[in-house]
C-alpha cells in the first residue's frame, strides 16, 4: 500500500474530489480524470527537480508551497530564456 501524509492512494483522489467539488469546479468525471492525470505528472516533475522530496517520511502539507511554486516557474523560466 502506497502512503504519504497518511493517505492512501485512494483516499487521496477522494479528498481531491471532494475538495473540487466542494469549490465548483467540478465539471464531468472526463475533467476530473484529466486533473488526476496532470497533477500526477506535476508531482513527478516536482520530485524530480528536487522541489519535492521523494522521501515519504516528510509530508506534503509540511512543505512550503510558495517555495515550491517558485522554484518550479524559476526552472521553467530558465529553460525558456
Known sequence: ???RDGLTVPQ???RLHDEL???GALGDRANFTSFLRVTC???LQLQLAGL???DR???IRSLDAGKVL????SRFF???A
Not at 517558485?70 to 516557474?73: H, V
Open 21 to 23: 467539488d466542494h469549490a
Open 70 to 73: 517558485a522554484g518550479e516557474r
Open 12 to 14: 487521496l483522489v477522494s
Open 1 to 3: 500500500m502506497d502512503v
Open 78 to 80: 530558465s529553460s525558456v
Open 41 to 43: 505528472t506535476r508531482y
Open 57 to 59: 517520511s516528510i509530508a
Open 52 to 54: 519535492i522530496p521523494t
